[in-house]
Nanobody, 121 residues
Framework: VQLQASGGGLVQPGGSLRLSCAAS????????MGWYRQAPGKQRELVAI???????NYADSVKGRATISRDNVKNTVYLQMDSLKPEDTAVYYC????????????????WGQGTQVTVSS
Protein backbone atom coordinates (compact mmCIF):
# COMPACT_ATOMS: atom_id res chain seq x y z
CA VAL A 1 0.00 0.00 0.00
CA GLN A 2 1.27 3.45 -0.91
CA LEU A 3 -0.01 6.89 0.03
CA GLN A 4 0.68 9.68 -2.44
CA ALA A 5 0.19 13.20 -1.15
CA SER A 6 -0.06 16.30 -3.29
CA GLY A 7 -1.15 19.92 -3.17
CA GLY A 8 1.47 21.59 -1.05
CA GLY A 9 3.33 24.73 -1.99
CA LEU A 10 3.93 28.36 -1.16
CA VAL A 11 0.88 30.31 -0.04
CA GLN A 12 0.50 33.86 1.21
CA PRO A 13 -0.91 34.46 4.69
CA GLY A 14 -4.67 34.42 4.53
CA GLY A 15 -4.63 32.15 1.52
CA SER A 16 -5.99 28.67 1.00
CA LEU A 17 -4.83 25.33 -0.24
CA ARG A 18 -6.17 21.83 -0.67
CA LEU A 19 -4.10 18.76 0.01
CA SER A 20 -4.95 15.37 -1.42
CA CYS A 21 -3.70 11.92 -0.52
CA ALA A 22 -4.57 8.81 -2.46
CA ALA A 23 -3.98 5.33 -1.11
CA SER A 24 -3.25 2.62 -3.64
CA UNK A 25 -2.50 -1.06 -3.57
CA UNK A 26 -4.30 -4.03 -2.10
CA UNK A 27 -7.01 -2.29 -0.08
CA UNK A 28 -10.31 -3.69 1.09
CA UNK A 29 -11.07 -0.98 3.62
CA UNK A 30 -9.47 1.84 5.60
CA UNK A 31 -10.59 2.92 9.06
CA UNK A 32 -9.25 6.37 9.86
CA MET A 33 -7.49 8.69 7.44
CA GLY A 34 -5.76 11.78 8.65
CA TRP A 35 -3.29 14.58 8.20
CA TYR A 36 -0.35 15.34 10.44
CA ARG A 37 2.30 18.00 10.18
CA GLN A 38 5.82 18.56 11.38
CA ALA A 39 7.45 21.95 11.54
CA PRO A 40 11.24 22.32 11.78
CA GLY A 41 12.45 21.49 15.26
CA LYS A 42 9.03 20.30 16.40
CA GLN A 43 7.32 16.97 16.84
CA ARG A 44 4.82 15.66 14.36
CA GLU A 45 1.31 16.67 15.38
CA LEU A 46 -2.20 15.76 14.37
CA VAL A 47 -3.98 18.24 12.15
CA ALA A 48 -7.22 16.43 11.38
CA ILE A 49 -8.58 12.92 11.20
CA UNK A 50 -11.71 11.41 9.68
CA UNK A 51 -13.24 8.02 10.29
CA UNK A 52 -14.59 5.74 7.61
CA UNK A 53 -18.05 6.88 8.59
CA UNK A 54 -17.14 10.54 8.24
CA UNK A 55 -16.58 11.61 11.84
CA UNK A 56 -14.09 14.47 11.88
CA ASN A 57 -11.69 15.67 14.55
CA TYR A 58 -9.41 18.66 14.38
CA ALA A 59 -6.50 20.09 16.29
CA ASP A 60 -7.49 23.22 18.17
CA SER A 61 -4.98 25.22 16.14
CA VAL A 62 -6.86 24.60 12.88
CA LYS A 63 -10.48 24.41 14.03
CA GLY A 64 -12.64 26.66 11.91
CA ARG A 65 -9.94 26.93 9.24
CA ALA A 66 -9.58 23.33 8.10
CA THR A 67 -11.96 20.81 6.60
CA ILE A 68 -11.07 17.18 6.16
CA SER A 69 -13.01 14.91 3.82
CA ARG A 70 -12.58 11.55 2.16
CA ASP A 71 -13.75 9.49 -0.76
CA ASN A 72 -14.00 5.87 0.31
CA VAL A 73 -14.34 4.66 -3.27
CA LYS A 74 -11.14 6.39 -4.33
CA ASN A 75 -9.40 5.75 -0.96
CA THR A 76 -8.49 9.42 -0.94
CA VAL A 77 -8.42 11.96 1.84
CA TYR A 78 -8.47 15.72 1.41
CA LEU A 79 -7.57 18.65 3.61
CA GLN A 80 -8.89 22.09 2.77
CA MET A 81 -7.16 24.81 4.75
CA ASP A 82 -8.22 28.44 4.70
CA SER A 83 -6.97 31.61 6.38
CA LEU A 84 -3.49 30.16 6.43
CA LYS A 85 -0.98 31.54 8.91
CA PRO A 86 2.82 31.45 8.91
CA GLU A 87 2.64 29.01 11.82
CA ASP A 88 0.92 26.53 9.51
CA THR A 89 4.23 26.13 7.70
CA ALA A 90 5.28 22.49 7.94
CA VAL A 91 5.63 19.24 6.10
CA TYR A 92 2.18 17.68 5.94
CA TYR A 93 1.88 13.91 6.09
CA CYS A 94 -1.17 11.82 5.36
CA UNK A 95 -1.90 8.69 7.34
CA UNK A 96 -4.15 5.70 6.79
CA UNK A 97 -4.93 3.55 9.77
CA UNK A 98 -6.61 0.17 9.94
CA UNK A 99 -5.89 -0.62 6.31
CA UNK A 100 -7.17 -4.10 5.48
CA UNK A 101 -6.20 -5.96 2.35
CA UNK A 102 -9.01 -8.48 2.80
CA UNK A 103 -12.14 -8.72 4.90
CA UNK A 104 -11.06 -9.79 8.37
CA UNK A 105 -7.35 -9.33 7.79
CA UNK A 106 -5.33 -7.35 10.34
CA UNK A 107 -5.36 -3.60 9.94
CA UNK A 108 -2.07 -1.84 9.22
CA UNK A 109 -0.91 1.75 9.43
CA UNK A 110 0.69 3.64 6.54
CA TRP A 111 2.23 7.08 6.05
CA GLY A 112 2.56 9.19 2.95
CA GLN A 113 5.81 10.83 1.91
CA GLY A 114 4.93 14.34 3.06
CA THR A 115 4.24 17.54 1.19
CA GLN A 116 5.71 20.91 2.11
CA VAL A 117 3.38 23.78 2.92
CA THR A 118 4.99 27.18 3.33
CA VAL A 119 2.94 30.20 4.36
CA SER A 120 4.87 33.37 3.71
CA SER A 121 4.54 36.72 2.04
Amino acid sequence: VQLQASGGGLVQPGGSLRLSCAASGSIFSINNMGWYRQAPGKQRELVAIISRGGKENYADSVKGRATISRDNVKNTVYLQMDSLKPEDTAVYYCNADGVRALWGSPGKNYWGQGTQVTVSS
